[in-house]
């Protein structure tokens, strides 16, 4: 299923994570890239390279992307099937461990793509990230 993208943020844009009650200064979380879908939800890309050996970095995204309620989908780009093994390590724990405690958020929120470091310039990542079977495994329902 093609989502129709509104918009790509040029990076630095920042999502906002409010306590209810408002009197809290609220937890930014600002993803390297995020897309927004014509029914006014998110992805949000991680483009991690070294960072993808830290699990405390990748925990942190994690968390913030549960506690966004306009995320309806975090992608973390990594550079190996290594990384993405491990990204996947920590997404599964997490996600266990959440539902464990009765969070509802879908369990298809987390993605990770391998892309290989020859796709390096804008357009080759629009372009793989525009391949059909790509587009599909990134917009599925969540």
């Known amino acids: 299923m093609r989502k129709n993208v509104l918009n ?44 993808a050996k830290k699990c405390r970095e990748v925990e942190a995204d994690i968390l913030r992307a549960y506690l966004c309620p306009a995320i309806s989908k975090l992608v973390f780009i990594v550079p190996t099937d290594e990384d993405g093994d491990n990204i996947n390590r920590i997404t599964s724990i997490i ?3 959440l539902e464990h405690l009765g969070v509802e958020k ?23 990230l525009n391949q059909p079977r790509v587009n599909r495994q990134i917009f599925r329902k969540a």
């Open 95 to 97: 996600q266990d461990g």
């Open 8 to 51: 790509v943020s040029q990076g630095g844009e920042s999502l906002v994570i409010a306590h209810g009650t408002k009197r809290l200064s609220p937890i930014m979380f600002k993803p390297d890239r995020i897309f927004t879908l014509s029914d006014r939800t998110k992805v949000a890309f991680q483009v991690l390279e070294s960072q």
């Open 106 to 128: 879908g369990l298809n929120l987390f993605l990770v793509l391998v892309i290989p470091r020859s796709v390096a310039s804008i357009p080759d990542v629009l372009f793989y």
